[in-house]
């Protein structure tokens, strides 16, 4: 099947750029993936995406499909499970066995947050039980928390939510956190921060939102509960850059390498763009910017004589 833009992945940056694209007059089509609407369809409050001052991640997705739909982009339920972009026209095969080919392809397959799947987890994930502090923390304000981890990001987790909740407990399993130098000096200094070393969660506790997390220290073996309004889980992201493994630029955490200013990536005409190539900030906003910067990048790519 012949389209002239295609895109991989309907988050914030898929659509987006799928608006974009068709709206600049180009045959438009939008694979919507495993999780048509990405990310946010996981969270029931969005405050942080200008324009929308209170809206749910499912309804927020909702409209971006619409509007995607009236500018007339082709939207397909189906995933890729290969591509080819050695040479053009790219080639995309979906696992029903449709192939697309295209000159100018945009990769917006997003990225994975690990969960822990413990006991309790599935019930209270967008209740008390969230991956991302910088947008779940302000539901937290006043209250105690614990952020699960022993990286820089949960560090950063932790710091940010000292700034708006009463107590940050800070739980990881080793002896000591391999945060770096400087970012375990603030988290030492910081008298909101707590941390519980050599612990670990073993289940999330509430029926109808987070009340406590059940936590099992491994030196004194006692398992106890800890009262705490929200959970912060961070234990990494996978890229979903499986697809392109030996044909692009993949930097040593997975994540697509880009342009800055075209995102466009290692293969001219192959352009990534949202939580797939984006290693630091991971938010909705930043992905539709960069999905609109590459469908302006694919629109010029295609009008080069
Ligand atoms: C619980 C939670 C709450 C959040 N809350 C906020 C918030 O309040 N504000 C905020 O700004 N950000 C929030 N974020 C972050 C935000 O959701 C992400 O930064 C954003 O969704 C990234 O957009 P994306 O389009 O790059 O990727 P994603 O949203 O990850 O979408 C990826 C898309 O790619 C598709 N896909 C994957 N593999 C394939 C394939 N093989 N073939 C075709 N399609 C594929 C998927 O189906 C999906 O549609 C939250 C994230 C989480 C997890």
Redesign the pocket.
């Known amino acids: 099947m012949q389209t002239q833009i295609l895109i ?7 659509y987006t750029a799928a608006l974009y694209s068709a709206l600049a007059g180009f045959k438009t089509t939008l ?10 369809i ?2 029931h ?5 200008p324009g929308f001052m209170d809206i749910s ?1 499912p309804d927020l997705t909702d409209i971006f499909h619409e509007q995607a739909e009236q500018a007339g982009v082709r939207l397909v339920y189906e ?3 290969q591509a080819d972009v050695r040479s053009s026209p790219f080639r995309v095969h979906t696992t029903i066995g449709t192939v697309f080919q295209s000159k100018a392809l945009i990769i ?6 690990r969960w822990l799947h413990l006991p309790g987890e599935d019930k209270l ?2 209740h008390g039980v ?3 502090a ?3 923390g302000i539901f937290h304000k006043g209250k105690p928390v614990a952020v699960i981890g022993s990286g820089n990001t949960a560090a950063y987790e932790a710091l940010f939510l000292a700034q708006l909740c009463s107590l940050v407990y800070l739980i990881y399993p080793g002896e000591t956190p391999v945060f770096d130098g400087i970012i375990s000096e603030k988290i030492i200094k910081n008298q909101k921060i707590k941390t519980l070393s050599q612990t670990e969660v073993s289940a999330f506790v509430g029926e109808k939102r987070l009340e406590a997390l059940i936590i099992y220290n491994k030196v004194s073996g006692q398992q106890e509960t800890l009262s705490v309004s929200g959970a912060f889980e961070a234990v990494g992201q996978v890229p ?1 850059t499986q ?1 392109f493994i030996n044909q692009l630029n993949i930097d040593i955490n997975g994540y697509l390498v880009t342009d800055c200013e075209t995102q466009m990536t290692s293969v001219p005409g192959v352009f990534a ?4 190539q ?1 290693p630091r900030f ?6 539709a910017g960069s ?1 609109c910067r590459a469908a302006l990048s694919a629109k010029h790519f295609l009008m080069q004589p």
């Open positions: 991989l992945g309907a988050g914030p940056a898929g694979l919507m993936g495993p999780m048509p609407g990405g990310q946010l996981l969270t409050k969005v405050e942080n995406f991640g995933t890729a499970d917006a397959t997003g990225a994975t947050a994930i967008g969230s991956v991302c910088t947008c779940d979903n697809l763009c949202g939580d797939v984006a991971r938010q909705a906003i930043i992905a999905g």
